[in-house]
């Protein structure tokens, strides 16, 4: 079986839907996570970690929205909302991480106006480590170093969003 990973709000380049959209830079959306699920982690999986990327963001770098890790490895989904500060929806263990918004929850996506349509991918990956040594706030580009180095698979799903 495959690694894959989907949304029950939306397919495989559709637009993402307004409440997975944050309210900052007057993108007006609801910036509600959106629900995703996985099936087929490889073997071996002892843990899971999530990240949401934009890398048409005008920044040079692109831009992370979201950011989550120490997932448990019989976790099958992120319920919607999971991405709210705090994390109480998460899986329990599951750590929530900095965005580039500043903060340590789900940050939906605001592309600048006119500037055309940004892909939102985000990628599940299996980890060979229950836990990822990381300190609380570390960046988003930190967090994606350790991840590199525990990851024995990965699923995407990207969306894309534009005003």
């Known amino acids: 079986m495959a690694f ?4 029950p709000s939306f397919n495989e380049q559709d637009s993402l839907p307004r409440q997975f959209v944050h ?3 007057g993108a007006g959306g609801d ?12 073997e071996g999986t002892k843990s899971f970690a999530l990240t949401m990327y934009d890398p048409d963001a005008p920044t040079g770098s692109g831009w992370w929205h979201w950011v989550v890790y120490d997932i448990p490895a019989d976790a099958t989904g992120l319920a919607q909302g999971a991405g709210a500060a705090g994390g109480a929806s ?8 900095r965005t580039d918004f500043g903060t340590a929850e789900y940050g939906g996506a605001a592309p600048p106006p006119g500037h055309g349509p940004h892909r939102y991918i985000f990628t599940l990956y299996a980890l060979n480590t229950d836990k990822l040594d990381v300190p609380a706030d570390a960046t988003a580009a930190y967090v994606g170093f350790n991840i590199h180095f525990a990851k024995i698979g990965e699923a995407r799903l990207t969306a894309v969003y534009q005003r």
């Not at 894959?4 to 949304?7: A, F, Q």
């Open 4 to 7: 894959t990973l989907r949304s």
């Open 23 to 25: 309210q900052a830079m």
């Open 31 to 42: 910036n509600i996570s959106p629900e995703l699920v996985w099936e087929g982690a490889p």
């Open 90 to 97: 998460l899986p329990k263990g599951a750590r929530l991480g």
